[in-house]
């Protein structure tokens, strides 16, 4: 891990705590999904080794997502990086610097309840890994201030997240949010079908988990388990793994419903399971 951040440090992170699309991609428009899960990292290196220039990364990042417009942006993971960040920085006696980044959840918060059903295009126009996010958003948001009304537009949300599944009984099925593959370059069959499940229906059961105590039944727990169950299923008993099961029987008149060879981002399922007991406890 010391020798990844200090990769990450050299040449995924500009002078300006951009992080760039890539080691060696040069591109101007930042990729704002690209910080959160960078600002995490850095803010759980500090928690493992106590060094203060991990913690002063981890918030700069942040910092520099919201001068790019994170507030406007749904971004995976935002929110419980900024949460995550924001402790640590209280605990270090920066109460200043946490209060304003923790005020950029509120503008984020304030700003999707204005919008209501206007939701910017992100990289796709709509999808469940933006909704989550939002759902997550306004969630938090809520159980910190309460006398600001969020609940109206989370309720509202909410119905859009379980939009996205159903109770089929196919276990790959089950709870699980459609899903597209971003592009059949992204596995090695290079087929173009929907994945099930893809690992990113697991931000349903984080957004789940965020929900204030009076959104909440024995329902909602049981979805939120089944939901992290069911990705279990890319995993061998080996531990080898698949970031995606092709679903469909056939495509263009190839035969599918297989896993694809390729394994990479399926590790995120474990990692927000975990978070997400950690965060229960």
């Not at 440090?9 to 930042?30: A, C, F, Q, Y």
């Not at 402790?87 to 919008?115: N, P, W, Y």
Request: with cysteine.
């Amino acid at each position: 891990m010391l020798g990844w951040a200090e990769f990450a440090r050299k040449r995924l992170i500009d002078d300006s705590s951009t992080v760039r699309w890539g080691s060696d991609t040069t591109v101007e428009k930042p990729r704002l999904y690209n910080f959160p899960w960078m600002a995490h990292f850095f803010a759980d290196q500090y928690r493992l080794f106590g060094e203060m220039n991990d913690l002063e990364l981890a918030a700069r990042l942040l910092e520099r997502s919201v001068e790019l417009g994170a507030t406007e942006h749904l971004s995976i993971g935002h929110s419980h990086a900024v949460l995550s960040v924001v402790e640590l920085l209280i605990k270090d006696e920066q109460a200043g610097r946490a209060a304003v980044l923790l005020k950029s959840l509120r503008d984020q918060a304030d700003h999707f309840q204005h919008i209501g059903m206007d939701l910017p295009g992100h990289e796709v126009n709509y999808e469940q890994s933006m909704v989550a996010p939002l759902v997550s958003a306004l969630a938090i948001a809520s159980q910190i201030w309460p006398e600001r009304g969020y609940q109206t537009a989370l309720a509202t949300s909410l119905k859009w997240l379980n939009a996205f599944s159903g109770p089929q009984p196919h276990v790959r099925l089950h709870n699980i949010a459609i899903r597209h593959w971003d592009g059949y370059f992204f596995g090695r069959n290079r087929q173009w079908g929907d994945t099930f499940p893809h690992y990113w229906s697991v931000l349903t059961a984080v957004a789940l988990n965020d929900l204030p105590v009076d959104f909440v039944c024995e329902e909602t727990k049981q979805i939120v388990q089944s939901i992290f169950r069911a990705n279990l299923a890319d995993f061998d008993s080996d531990g080898r793994a698949s970031a995606a099961f092709v679903f469909p029987t056939a495509i263009d008149g190839v035969g599918a419903h297989h896993v694809d060879s390729l394994a990479n981002d399926q590790d995120w399922v474990l990692t927000l399971w975990l978070r997400s007991e950690a965060d229960l406890y």
